[in-house]
């Protein structure tokens, strides 16, 4: 039970009779808990106070727990979220999968297997935690091994998907981050709609989608070079300079 008291959760539910009775149920076991009755309140919630779990229902008035999850998701990818919904719902929480759910919980809930779940949830941070500092332990030679290996991969990639390679990309390991960014990278094409300052928004987002598909790849690259699993979880595009910066986070 000890380990429950690391999660720092939010809990999003409308209906006032179980947000009341199930947080009581939280509040005892968890670290810290947050609770909001919409998916407005949730979202502003989950900005202000930054969880390391999200618990919302499917379904409410006006935002929904999709349309929320959808949102956090713009700018965070890595927070564990579960949420709870009705067996006629299953579609929805079929949707909710490609969002980066961890877990479900039918309704009515069974507080058993959410607390079986809540003790996962907890295990898998731990784990993390513990990944982070190992990745932060790497001493400057090998780092500095691993950032060459990415960058000869990731040349690779590139020149496999784009037909040619970037004039330059740089490598850099930080914290629990691997940071690469690739300079020159546009195709003719991408240079000719550029030109017209009005298509440079339609370029950029053209490149941020490109990086998406083949995300897969490139956390696989990263994790041959350095034994740790990676997700991309950012993109930035300068059409203007012409640099592209993607951002990966150890898990």
Do not use: W
């Amino acid at each position: 039970m000890d380990e429950l008291k690391s999660l720092q959760v939010l809990y999003v539910e409308d209906d006032d009779a179980t947000r009341a009775v199930f947080s009581k149920f939280l509040r005892l076991r968890v670290g810290r808990l947050t609770a909001a009755s919409s998916g407005e309140e949730g979202l502003q919630k989950f900005q202000g106070y930054k969880p390391n779990l999200l618990i919302v229902d499917l379904i409410m008035p006006g935002m929904s727990g999709l349309d929320m999850i959808g949102e956090i998701r713009k700018s965070d990818k890595e927070c564990p979220i579960l949420i709870t919904s009705t067996v006629n719902e299953i579609n929805t929480v079929l949707e909710a999968v490609d969002l980066g759910i961890v877990h479900y919980i039918v309704k009515p809930i069974d507080t058993d297997d959410l607390q079986k779940k809540l003790l996962g949830i907890a295990q898998g941070l731990k784990d993390r935690k513990e990944a982070f500092y190992n990745f932060n332990s790497i001493n400057l030679e090998k780092r500095g091994l691993m950032e060459d290996a990415i960058r000869r991969e990731f040349l690779k990639i590139m020149k496999h998907n784009t037909g040619k390679g970037p004039q330059d990309v740089k490598i850099l390991l930080f914290e629990n981050q691997v940071e690469l960014m690739a300079i020159g990278s546009v195709t003719v094409m991408e240079r000719t709609l550029a030109a017209n300052r009005k298509n440079l928004s339609m370029v950029e987002q053209f490149r941020k989608l490109f990086y998406e598909e083949i995300a897969p790849q490139v956390e696989e690259c990263v994790e041959q070079a350095t034994g740790y699993r990676a997700r991309l979880t950012s993109v930035a595009v300068d059409g203007i300079k012409r640099i592209d910066k993607i951002i990966l986070t150890i898990v």
